[in-house]
C-alpha cells in the first residue's frame, strides 16, 4: 500500500519549502525538512503469541537489519512511528475517518519537521486480526511507538502485540479497559465531559438533578458517571428514567420524570399531616428523612434528531425550563440545536470551539475540507511523538514517564495529558446554547496547575 500527498498539500509544502529558502537568504535560521511519510507494501501475517511466550520472544521476531531507512537517511537513524487506521474496513464512514486521520499526521509531520522522523502507516481493516498483524508489520518496520488503532476491539488485539514487545502505544479508542501498561487512550471519553459539566453545575450551587438518559452502553456509562460525580461533590440524584431510542418511546419516561421537577416529600412526611402519627412532623422533617425537593437540573445525553424530539417533551409536560437546567455533551456542540427553545439555556462541556477552530482552519488550507471530529487525535499523537522524539535521547525518549507528562500538552483541542494509568485528561470549556449561537461561559482551563 502506498499512500500520496494530496494537491493541495503538495503546494502548501511547496509553500513552506520556499518559506524556508527565503529564510535562509535573510540570515534567519530555516526549517530543517520534515521526514517522509512510508508505509511497507503488504503487513506480516497474523502471528498470535503462543502461551507463555513473553517480551523476549516478541522482541526476537524483529531483526534491526530490515528495519526500514529510506534512501535519503543513508547514514542516519530515523525516528520510526506506527499509525495504525482502518483503511480497508468496510464501513465507508469508518474508511473516510481513517483518510483524514492520516492527512491530519502527515500535517504534523510537516508542521513538527523533525528530518529524521518516520510515519509508517498500516492498514488494520477495521478488524481485531488485522489490527494484531498491522502492529507486527510496523514493529518489523522498526517502529518504536504506535499511534492507534481506532476501535476498541483492535486496540486490544494490537496492544497484545505491543505490550509484549515493550513498546508503547497511543490509541484513540475511548474504552477504559484497555488502558494501562504501556497503553495510552488519547480519546475524548464522555466522563471528562459529565465531571467537568456536573462541577461548574455545583459551583452554580445546583445540588439536585434529573437524569433522562437512553437506554444504551453509552446511556449507561454516562449516567453511572453523572451519578458518581454528583454524589461525591454532595449532591443528590432525585430521580431517573431510561427510554428507547424511539419518539414514541420517549413519551412515558419524560412524563414520568416531570413529576419530579415538583415537589416530591411523601404526604406522610408533610407539615400538618394528620394521619397515624398522633403529632406533626416538623416542617425540616423531609430533609432530616433525607427527602428534598424536585431536582434544579436534568442530564439529557442524546443528540442530533432524538434531541431534538426528546427535548421539547419537559415543557410539554409542565417543566418550567426558565428555572431547570439542561446539561448535555459535547456532541451538543451543534448550530442546528439553537433553534430548539427548550434547549435554550442549556450547558454542555467541550473543547473551546476557539481552539479547534485553528485546526480545523489549519486542515482545510491544507486539504480543503473540513476535519471529522477524531482527525485532530491523529494530529496530537503524531506531533506529540516528534516532540519527543526531539527532546529525549533514544534510549527513552518514549517511555511512560516521558509520554505522561504531568504539566501535559497544549493540542488541537486545548490542553491534555496522558496519565500514567493510560486515560487522558482535556481541559474543557462549558458552553450555552441561546438562539444567538453557542456561547463558551466558562473557559477551557490553560495549566493543569490547581491555581487555574
Known amino acids: 500500500m502506498r499512500f500520496f500527498l494530496t494537491p493541495t498539500l503538495k503546494a502548501l509544502l511547496a509553500l513552506l519549502a520556499a518559506a524556508a529558502l527565503a529564510a535562509c537568504e535573510t540570515g534567519a535560521p530555516s526549517r530543517p525538512s520534515a521526514g517522509p511519510v512510508i508505509s511497507s507494501d503488504e503487513p506480516l501475517p497474523p502471528s498470535p503469541l503462543e502461551e507463555g511466550e513473553g517480551v523476549f520472544e516478541e522482541a526476537e521476531r524483529y531483526d534491526r537489519r530490515a528495519f526500514v531507512r529510506p534512501p535519503h537517511m543513508e547514514g542516519e537513524e530515523p525516528v520510526r512511528v506506527g499509525l495504525l487506521l482502518p483503511f480497508s474496513a468496510k464501513s465507508e464512514a469508518a474508511r473516510r475517518v481513517a483518510s483524514s486521520m492520516f492527512d491530519a499526521a502527515q500535517l504534523a509531520v510537516f508542521d513538527a519537521g523533525e528530518k529524521n522522523f518516520l510515519l509508517i502507516p498500516k492498514d488494520t481493516r477495521g478488524e481485531a486480526e488485522g489490527a494484531a498483524a498491522a502492529a507486527r508489520s510496523a ?259 518514549f517511555d511512560a514517564e516521558s509520554i505522561a507528562d504531568p504539566n501535559g500538552y497544549f493540542g488541537a483541542d486545548g490542553l491534555f495529558r496522558l496519565n500514567p494509568d493510560g486515560t487522558v485528561d482535556r481541559g474543557l470549556a462549558i458552553l450555552e446554547i441561546q438562539p444567538g449561537g453557542i456561547q463558551v461561559i466558562d473557559p477551557a482551563p490553560r495549566s493543569f496547575s490547581p491555581a487555574y
Open 139 to 397: 514493529l518489523s518496520d522498526g517502529a518504536e511507538i504506535i499511534l492507534g488503532p481506532l476501535f476498541a476491539d483492535s486496540v486490544e488485539a494490537a496492544a497484545n502485540v505491543t505490550r509484549a514487545a515493550s513498546t508503547p502505544m497511543i490509541a484513540f479508542s475511548s474504552d477504559l479497559t484497555a488502558a494501562g501498561d504501556g497503553v495510552f487512550l488519547l480519546s475524548f471519553p464522555p466522563e471528562l465531559e459529565i465531571a467537568r459539566v456536573t462541577e461548574y453545575a455545583m459551583s452554580q450551587e445546583m445540588t439536585r438533578f434529573g437524569v433522562l438518559a437512553p437506554m444504551t452502553k453509552y446511556g449507561d456509562r454516562v449516567s453511572g458517571a453523572f451519578a458518581e460525580e454528583v454524589f461525591a461533590r454532595g449532591g443528590v440524584i432525585v430521580h431517573e428514567e431510561r427510554y428507547q431510542q424511539e419518539p414514541d418511546a420517549m413519551l412515558a419516561p419524560a412524563k414520568r420524570l416531570a413529576k419530579y421537577s415538583q415537589q416530591i416529600i411523601p404526604e406522610e412526611m408533610r407539615h400538618g399531616y394528620e394521619g397515624d402519627r398522633s403529632e406533626p412532623l416538623p416542617e425540616d422533617a423531609s430533609t432530616e428523612a433525607g427527602y428534598t425537593q424536585g431536582y434544579q437540573a436534568v442530564l439529557m445525553p442524546e443528540q442530533g434528531t432524538l434531541l431534538r424530539a426528546l427535548a421539547p417533551l419537559l415543557p410539554y409536560y409542565n417543566v418550567d425550563i426558565n428555572r431547570v437546567k439542561i446539561l448535555g455533551v459535547s456532541t451538543w456542540n451543534n448550530p442546528r440545536l439553537t433553534r430548539e427553545p427548550a434547549l435554550r439555556g442549556g450547558w454542555f462541556a467541550a473543547p473551546d470551539p476557539t481552539i479547534t477552530a485553528n485546526f480545523e482552519k489549519h486542515f482545510n488550507d491544507a486539504f480543503g475540507a473540513n476535519p471529522p471530529r477524531l482527525a485532530s487525535l491523529a494530529y496530537d499523537a503524531t506531533l506529540l511523538s516528534a516532540r519527543l522524539a526531539a527532546n529525549h535521547r533514544r534510549r527513552d525518549r
